[in-house]
Every structure is written in structure tokens, then in C-alpha cells.
């Protein structure tokens, strides 16, 4: 088995660590310790998984670990400063966090903690960015364009949103993808223009060899699975659109200034992934006002996972500026269009901008103030279920 990450190639039939094309030598611990992370790419590997594994179980100290731990790291070309390969979580273990593919048919599977499975591959976009991609559940298969904060490990055990995959996946394939930047998609972002988004889509429908299917988008992914739809009308059979937008926030009427943009920007590289932070209290009081402490938390180890601040930076300002005004009255396919009332991340007159340009779309408004909508309330149930019985009516060409 040959596993590539960032520059490096790890081969374990011949024990052997490859980096920028030449042989890296390695301790037996170090590259059993490298094999584990790459097996596990995403996870978290716990301390316990760490001794069992390398050590078989026997008492090891501290300093042994983070010996092996800096010998790995130094192998692959990371440090413990930058972490941009191997991410110390404190108190808890290492993840690998960069993507991860394989040669052979055993690509990494997660299992959940409900025991069901996902499997993740990669597709290569336009520009030659990796973009880590997840199938799971079981039917007709139905697409979910890339959207802010995702993690495929991380969402596949999220309170917040395992359910909503659970709900899609119980009577269809689910195909959805980490947007890049972000995840376990590649980090170095090359480009966050919306045409790049776009091949990002294509990159992943091409991947799963997908002829004909629904696509559904949530917030950013809105204006990405419009413009793809726009541009590929005999690929997409109906399109289902939550929370999205035509106009980023700072090309509306009345939007942001641009010192109130780079207030923003300041606080987001500050607070990015810390609770008691001033960005973290506007965050969760535009995404969700509702949170409650654990789902909270959720969302903040989501942040840590999903994207570095400088990244999460330069994606926000992006899609800020994103618009397909021009493209909605191309969209002839069945079109369902939810929007959260109070949404104060994108407003409602934004999904009515949607729905009232799209031709024949339909239109439901929920009643929340959550941008996220979180399980258990009622918005939630309701958007599951005007979700499932809009593609019922429209599995023609599932």
C-alpha cells in the first residue's frame, strides 16, 4: 500500500518514506507511527491508539512520545510550530490534517460512532487541488455542493450535523465534499474564486461518475450549485437550496462597508476556534443564536478542525463577493428554495430573491432565527421533511 500526502509518499510494503522523490530514512517507530496517522487521516489519534499500537500496550513516558512524535514530523517536513501535517490536539493526541490518498482499493473508510460507515476518496480540481470527497448511505445518489466549515470525520460524528446526514443518507447515497481550503481537502489555496468552487464540483461529480442527479446546497454552496446547474442543466435532475444567497454580503443593498469587513476579518483571525472569544459570541449569535453549551463546543472544535484562521479569512471575504443574479432565470429545473425567517447570516430577502427569479421554483419559509439549523427544533424537522418529499416528486432521473 502507497499512501501520498503533501509532498510525500508513504510505501509499506517496502518500509520505505519518500519525500519531494527522495528516501527519507526513518526509525521503525516513527514509520509505524506515520502509517497509523495516515490510516486514520482526519481522526484523532489518541494517545491510548498511539501506545497500544507503536509500543503494543506497555507503559511509555511522555518524553518518548513526543521524541517520535518531532521524528515524524521532521521526516515529512513539518514542525511543532507550524503543525501544518501533524496537529498536536492537546491532552487528547495527533491528526494528521493534511489529504491523504492511496494506490489501491483499501482507501481510508471511517466508521462512525453509530457503526455505520463513509467512505472518503479524492478528486483533482481543474488547478490540480486535491478535494476530499465522502459516499455514504444507500439508494439513488444525490450531491451536496461544499459549503463553510465542513469536515468529513468531523461532521460524520457532529451533534450538529450527523443527523442531517443521517437523514439524507437513510434512502440515498450521499456524495459531499470538503470545499477547498478546508477539511480534508487540500490546504493551500491557490484560488477562492467562484469558478473555482465550481470545477471543485465538477472535479467531484466527474470523480463519482455521476451522469444525472439532485444537487443540494446549503448557504455558500448556494450560489456554487446555481452556477454549476446554470452552466450543466442535463447533469442536475432538481436542485434543493437552503440558507443560500444571489448577492454576497458585500455586494448587496445597504452591505457591509469595508472597514466593517476588515473589523470583521480582525476579529475572525483573533477568535478563530476559541469559546470565550469576542468573534465566537458573534458567530454563534448570527449561525446559530440557539446553540446550546454542547453544540456550541461542537461548533468550535469544528472551527479548529475545519480551517486555519488565515484561511477561514480569505474563503469569508470570497464568498462575500460572490453573485449569480445573472444565472437565476437559466435554472429550468425543479427548484426547492428554504430560508430560516430571522437568518441573520444571509437575510430572507435573499432566499426570496431566489425563489422569485428561479422559474417555477417553489419557496418555504422556516420559522427560525438559526442560519445553522440545529436538530430538535422545529425548522429543523421541517426542512428534512420538505427536503425527502421534494425528491420523491422529483426522482424522474435519480
Not at 253 to 260: I, L
Request: aromatic share 6%; with cysteine; charged share 25%.
Amino acid at each position: 500500500m502507497r499512501y501520498w500526502f503533501s509532498t510525500c509518499v508513504l510505501d509499506t510494503d517496502r518500509h520505505l518514506l519518500i519525500k519531494d522523490g527522495q528516501p527519507v530514512k526513518t526509525e521503525p517507530q516513527v514509520f509505524d507511527l506515520l502509517h497509523l496517522l495516515v490510516r486514520n487521516a482526519g481522526l484523532l489519534v489518541t494517545r491510548d491508539q498511539i501506545v497500544t499500537e507503536i509500543w503494543n500496550g506497555r507503559f511509555i513516558s511522555e518524553s518518548s512520545i513526543s521524541a517520535r512524535t518531532n521524528a515524524a514530523r521532521k521526516a515529512v517536513g513539518d514542525n511543532g510550530r507550524e503543525q501544518a501535517i501533524i496537529k498536536t490536539v492537546t491532552r487528547r493526541g495527533l491528526q494528521l490534517v493534511t489529504p491523504v490518498s492511496t494506490d489501491g482499493a483499501d482507501e481510508p473508510e471511517a466508521v462512525s460512532a453509530h457503526g455505520d460507515r463513509q467512505r472518503v476518496r479524492f478528486a483533482t480540481s481543474q488547478d490540480g487541488t486535491k478535494i476530499a470527497y465522502a459516499t455514504s448511505g444507500n439508494g439513488p445518489k444525490i450531491v451536496r455542493a461544499g459549503h463553510f466549515l465542513t469536515h468529513l470525520e468531523m461532521d460524520w460524528n457532529s451533534l450538529i450535523w450527523r443527523p442531517y446526514l443521517d437523514a439524507l443518507g437513510q434512502h440515498h447515497t450521499l456524495i459531499r465534499y470538503d470545499q477547498r481550503g478546508t477539511g480534508l481537502s487540500d490546504r493551500k489555496l491557490s484560488s477562492v474564486d467562484l469558478e473555482s468552487y465550481v470545477a471543485d464540483l465538477e472535479a467531484v461529480v466527474n470523480s463519482a461518475r455521476l451522469d444525472r442527479f439532485p444537487l443540494i446546497a446549503l448557504s455558500q454552496g448556494v450560489p456554487v450549485a446555481i452556477r454549476y446547474a446554470a452552466r450543466h442543466p442535463e447533469r442536475v435532475s432538481c436542485l434543493v437550496l437552503y440558507g443560500g444567497y444571489a448577492e454576497g454580503r458585500t455586494l448587496r443593498d445597504g452591505g457591509q462597508s469595508s472597514e466593517a469587513a476588515d473589523a470583521m476579518m480582525t476579529i475572525m483571525r483573533e477568535g478563530w476556534g476559541k469559546p470565550e472569544s469576542a468573534f465566537m459570541r458573534a458567530f454563534t449569535s448570527l449561525f446559530c443564536p440557539e446553540a446550546s453549551q454542547q453544540q456550541l463546543a461542537d461548533l468550535v472544535e469544528m472551527q479548529l478542525a475545519s480551517a486555519s484562521p488565515e484561511n477561514a479569512n480569505r474563503i469569508r471575504m470570497a464568498i462575500d463577493r460572490f453573485s449569480i443574479v445573472d444565472q437565476l432565470e437559466n435554472i429550468q429545473m425543479p427548484t426547492l428554495v428554504l430560508h430560516s425567517r430571522n437568518d441573520s447570516v444571509h437575510p430572507l430577502s435573499e432566499g426570496h430573491k431566489l425563489a422569485s427569479n428561479i422559474p417555477g421554483a417553489e419557496f418555504t419559509v422556516l420559522e427560525s432565527t438559526n442560519h445553522t439549523l440545529l436538530p430538535g427544533e422545529p425548522a429543523w424537522s421541517e426542512w428534512v421533511r420538505e427536503t425527502m418529499e421534494f425528491l420523491e416528486r422529483n426522482n424522474e432521473a435519480v
